[in-house]
């Protein structure tokens, strides 16, 4: 401990310090662990220091953006977590449409830097995600069928690799590890700063977000089928079945319904999307419609309140090749199924520009299916965790049959490398691991075995 801090810059925390607990916290509150040291690092040369110490200790590692992915993987029992939420400065060249992100930063901080220059970088659907593992593990939000996935859009990184050093991966420079951060997880080292490219986008866009009664599902899933075929890659939109909660924001009357939602957005102009996104607002008598149009960042956050920190979360997916009306009827028997009111299946509508990109220009590789499932177990009680668990469980083995048998990994909780990598792609990372964490010091994640 002596030898770090001495090349440390940030804090370093141990049970018992004053903020201890806060930096140790983690999204979701179904993952309970509690490490034995919590480094916040304030530059990529505390990483370093770090990561060495690390190494040279045998100290097993965890490494903090945001802390919000379903994993929980940002966390661990008796090692140290590496903390970039300090890290979290945000620069924008406007002219030449970048930002550099500091890796603890959040999609709000992205936000609140690119859009008062009407420039936005692919992110998520809840702003106070960290950009770090939304990035590595892919990236899929809003922007996804116009600009592609959040990786698809980097330009380059800096990361700590694990003999500490400190390296620039480009299409340029170290062109290999930058075709695996982009997709590969954390498996390759910690990225300490995020290269994007960005894209017109906002202040205003026009979004679509209406909720039909459940028992028109079918028929609501159909025409929101059909939109898909034919949307535009300025449409970016995806099918929520819930049920409404009982907050002010929705008329009390309908508390507790069971819905199918429709969500989307357009991304050009408010006078463009207007008329685009009308359809979707029309598929059966809907049980209230928020649409209209809102500014990009107000849509960003728009999903926060419903995935509040320390909630009990169990997400699985999988990439469907296909979403016939026998899908469709299974996908509504999951939601009749839900064990949990604040749970929603989902379908995400793909393809675009993020179809565009070859299935071998990064690590990336499940980009060919038009839809995925999104089987959401969001929960309070952890008497209930077995339930919900089996649940999101089910519902990937039930729709199993209508997949490619990919998952996205940023969905996962517990899958293995295999399962969301093809064998070709899963050869080159394993190779790639090799190269730069041979002794798997980055392995808490959904770990690529070195070759």
């Not at 940002?74 to 620069?91: E, F, H, K, Q, Y």
């Not at 390296?167 to 910690?190: H, I, M």
């Not at 990225?191 to 202040?203: N, Q």
């Not at 016939?324 to 520009?353: C, F, H, K, M």
Request: aromatic residues 8%; glycine residues 12%.
């Amino acid at each position: 401990m002596a030898a770090l801090s001495r090349h440390f810059e940030g804090e370093l925390l141990r049970p018992g310090d004053h903020g201890f607990d806060e930096a140790a916290s983690i999204w979701n509150g179904a993952v309970e662990c509690r490490p034995a040291l919590v480094a916040r690092c304030a530059s990529s040369d505390d990483v370093s220091a770090a990561v060495r110490f690390a190494a040279k200790n045998d100290v097993l590692v965890a490494v903090k953006g945001g802390g919000h992915n379903v994993a929980g993987s940002a966390t661990c029992n008796g090692g140290m977590v590496i903390d970039l939420s300090p890290m979290n400065d945000v620069r924008v060249d406007p002219a030449a449409r970048r930002a550099r992100a500091g890796g603890g930063a959040t999609w709000a901080d992205v936000d609140r830097a690119t859009q008062p220059f009407g420039l936005a970088a692919p992110g998520g659907l809840v702003s106070r995600t960290g950009i770090a593992g939304l990035t590595l593990g892919g990236g899929l939000g809003w922007l996804r069928r116009k600009w592609g996935l959040s990786c698809d859009n980097l330009a380059s990184v800096e990361i700590v690799t694990a003999d500490g050093s400190v390296v620039t991966a480009s299409g340029k420079q170290n062109k290999d590890l930058f075709w695996a951060v982009r997709g590969g997880g954390g498996n390759f080292g910690v990225v300490t700063e995020f290269e994007y490219v960005l894209h017109p986008v906002g202040p205003e866009i026009m979004f679509c977000f209406v909720l039909y009664p459940a028992a028109d599902g079918r028929q609501v899933l159909r025409g929101w089928r059909g939109f898909c075929d034919t949307a535009p890659d300025e449409v970016s939109s995806i099918v929520l079945c819930g049920t409404v909660p009982a907050e002010e924001s929705f008329p009390e009357d309908i508390h507790g319904h069971q819905f199918v939602a429709i969500a989307a957005l357009h991304c050009g102009t408010v006078e463009e999307g207007h008329p685009m996104l009308q359809p979707l607002r029309e598929l059966a008598n809907p049980l209230c419609d928020f649409s209209g149009p809102a500014p990009y960042v107000e849509v960003q956050s728009m999903f926060d309140q419903d995935y509040p920190d320390g909630l009990r979360y169990y997400w699985k997916s999988l990439f469907l090749d296909r979403f016939d009306d026998e899908a469709i009827d299974v996908l509504l028997e999951l939601a009749a199924e839900r064990p949990s009111p604040l749970s929603t299946v989902d379908i995400w509508q793909l393809g675009g520009a993020m179809a565009s990109v070859g299935p071998k220009e990064t690590a990336f590789g499940s980009r060919g299916s038009p839809y995925l499932l999104g089987a959401e177990s969001n929960w309070e009680d952890r008497q209930e965790d077995e339930a919900n668990r089996n649940w999101a469980r089910d519902a990937c083995d039930r729709m199993a049959k209508f997949a490619s048998g990919a998952s996205y990994s940023n969905f996962e909780p517990d899958i293995e490398a295999s399962g969301c990598f093809d064998q070709a792609h899963l050869q080159r990372l394993a190779e790639l691991k090799r190269r730069y964490d041979h002794g798997n010091l980055f392995r808490l994640n959904h770990n690529i075995q070195p070759g």
